[in-house]
């Protein structure tokens, strides 16, 4: 798998993940949970910060966490440990060359990875294979076409452009949350359900107005700034009053909204 | 009030904001009731296609449902005689010159009408003057950005676009729904708060392809046709190009989301 991911390795990315993971988790969360014995892959774990949220909801089940970024997963096991977690595995793999068995999980858990795939829906398929007859996958991906806000503002909107641009250079789609189901259904999985979790943020929320709005969304967003430049998408100018405008929406009067989608589906019995 | 209200008043139209609340009514108004002897003033009622639900969750409410227009008054009367209401009274008026005293109402009651009006705010201020302290406000209202769909289509985004221009320039504001919130607490509301309500469509859901994708939103930017290409928005190609992408959603791989949003606030109580 020879992915580039766009969000990038360094820490503060880290702790933008792991915001968003913080605000997020009911959210995205709260109706997932494993039976006590089953096993449970989890697919491009990355620093684990989803990994501390399902193990520690399911922690009767154990856990295969898997990433193809060595320095990830070496991060992950140091969050596990301080969260004291016994029942996760971690394992440097692709998700395009696994180690294991067909039909070797109870279930499949994939979260903010497929919009970083040339090929998602071959990687639902191999995670299909790994799956036991009527065992489920569980898939979450944002969309970044999802975002807008009051104020609107085109600025705004061309520099988030900017993120969904360099996403599809790099192979991947910002946009993949709408199309789970397409995907879901074409790799072969069956009683697909796609929810919509979608994220409202005004400031009767000051929480969401700084944990999602300011320190995830819009620090995602400041983030790909030197990127973006460089590959001459933007001006450096119209990027900045983006973003501006972005921090504009976490005021008394903004609003921001942005949807996430979590699909869930079924291995298919064999007949 | 001299407000132009683009989505015309031919019977197709009628037929669509019918289906629209037969669909959606569960969305829009599972959480909204009110007691036995309280009064409701439902303001721009339309043809009553959300009076007739609102009066039946709430059969021992008094309603009083008003309107601008004396022709959509006679249908709505229509509507409610059929569905055997007792409680509702009609009156033909306008918001902004409304025949009642001040703290005359328990509750108010509004929905897509907002979009409609130059000045919300002043509007919302006139229903905040009739309620008694206490009370309730409801508002609902869409907001066309917030669609978006897969396959993805520049050509649909542009004719969407084009219903949002009419209504500005209309003096309305098809982008109202997320901006809810700054709206009710500028017009003195206490206690806001808005949540909303997205309509996601894939094909495991045919009622809602066809009752909400095909004959609501897409019949609606279908209604526009005429007058978007005599106002020079669009060239008549682009737009059929557009409006043929929306129904491509409505295939077995075709995704379509929107969201509704629903403010509740109280009126503030003497200190």
């Known amino acids: 798998m020879s992915e580039i991911y766009v969000h990038g390795y360094h820490p503060r ?4 993940l792991q915001d968003q993971a913080g605000t997020l988790v009911d959210l995205l969360h709260s109706d997932t949970g494993y039976p006590a014995g089953s096993t449970v892959l989890e697919a491009g774990c990355g620093v684990g910060s989803q990994t501390v ?22 991060e992950a096991k140091r969050k596990a440990a301080l969260a004291g977690l016994t029942n996760v595995e971690f394992r440097h793999t692709d ?22 795939l040339t090929q998602p829906v071959e990687a639902l398929a191999i995670l299909n294979s790994l799956l036991r007859p009527g065992g489920s996958i569980t898939v979450i991906e944002g969309d970044h076409g999802s975002a807008y806000f009051y104020p609107d503002s085109p600025a705004a909107r061309a520099a988030i452009q ?10 991947g789609n910002a946009l993949v949350g709408r199309q789970l189901y397409p995907l879901m259904i074409e790799a ?6 796609v929810s919509p979790r979608m994220v409202y943020v005004d400031s009767s929320r000051p929480d969401l107005v700084d944990g999602f709005t300011r320190r995830t969304f819009t620090a995602m967003i400041e983030g790909i700034r030197e990127t973006a430049i460089a590959a001459c998408l933007i001006e450096p100018e119209s990027f900045d009053a983006g973003v501006q405008d972005l921090h504009r929406t976490t005021e008394a009067d903004g609003v921001f909204c942005y949807t996430f989608f979590k699909g869930v589906g079924k291995k298919r019995r064999r007949a």
């Open 162 to 171: 900017c993120q969904v641009k360099l996403q599809r250079k790099a192979g």
């Open 13 to 16: 990315e880290n702790e933008r």
């Open 95 to 116: 998700i395009f060359a696994m180690p294991f068995g067909t039909e070797s999980f109870d279930h499949v858990f994939v979260c903010f990875v497929l919009e970083h």
């Open 188 to 193: 072969g999985f069956d009683a697909v359900r």
């Open 53 to 74: 949220t399902l193990a520690q909801r399911s922690p009767g089940a154990r856990f295969t966490s898997v990433d193809i970024s060595a320095d990830s997963i070496a």
